[in-house]
T-cell receptor
Framework: GIQVEQSPPDLILQEGANSTLRCNFS?????LQWFHQNPWGQLINLFY???GTKQNGRLSATTVATERYSLLYISSSQTTDSGVYFC??????????????FGTGTRLQVTL | SQTIHQWPATLVQPVGSPLSLECTVE??????LYWYRQAAGRGLQLLFY??????ISSEVPQNLSASRPQDRQFILSSKKLLLSDSGFYLC???????????FGDGTRLSIL
């Protein structure tokens, strides 16, 4: 099956700093999503981005499908950005369901 | 707008007892439905998915089963829980394949 690697595994930032999270995947994908899991366990959709670039406020993401990686940018980080960021991909062409494979995540802590 | 509900939020069960977790989606028809499990400190693993009533596909052989008795209802069950069934269980839905998945708030299951 497809492999998903995320880096760095852990990241500590001071409030206001910028960061880049990386997701590498081993095969072509039909679906790529970035999620933020908050301290209560809720999994929040950030981006659906199988290719291209998207921006939403202080967050933006870029996926270069031909080179099999995606980047998540967080600018002017806030303490509420703390949590675990997951990249998830679907590499199978089932034609019916999208079966996501998750990376192991990047644990982000933003301090005052 | 679409919403997804999971219950209960937390569950503590003895080894050998049965399990039933329920997930319902509102505001859409014929969604794809998914059950994932997250072990402590790890990423999510797909357990089951369904593209229609009565249609269940299993991704990981295990002590669990899933059913879809109604279009927007997805149930995760076990006849006899094992200690290894502990974890955080999340239900998700998507409109079609290659469309973003949206997650419920999860059920935290502890087996004693």
């Amino acid at each position: 099956g497809i492999q998903v690697e995320q880096s760095p595994p852990d990241l500590i930032l001071q409030e206001g700093a910028n960061s880049t999270l990386r997701c590498n995947f081993s095969d072509s994908v039909n679906n790529l999503q970035w999620f933020h899991q908050n301290p209560w366990g809720q999994l929040i959709n950030l981006f659906y981005i199988p290719s291209g670039t998207k921006q939403n406020g202080r967050l933006s993401a870029t996926t270069v499908a031909t080179e099999r990686y995606s980047l998540l940018y967080i600018s002017s980080s806030q303490t509420t950005d703390s949590g675990v960021y997951f990249c998830a991909v679907d590499g199978e062409d089932t034609g019916t369901a999208s079966k996501l494979t998750f990376g192991t995540g990047t644990r982000l802590q933003v301090t005052l | 707008s679409q919403t997804i509900h999971q219950w209960p939020a937390t569950l503590v069960q003895p080894v050998g007892s049965p399990l039933s977790l329920e997930c319902t989606v509102e505001g859409t028809s014929n969604p794809n439905l998914y059950w994932y499990r997250q072990a402590a400190g790890r990423g999510l693993q797909l357990l089951f998915y369904s593209v229609g009533i009565g249609q269940i596909s299993s991704e990981v052989p295990q002590n669990l089963s899933a059913s879809r008795p109604q279009d927007r209802q997805f149930i995760l069950s076990s006849k006899k829980l094992l200690l290894s069934d502990s974890g955080f269980y999340l239900c998700a839905w998507s409109r079609f394949s290659y469309q973003p998945q949206h997650f419920g708030d999860g059920t935290r299951l502890s087996i004693l």
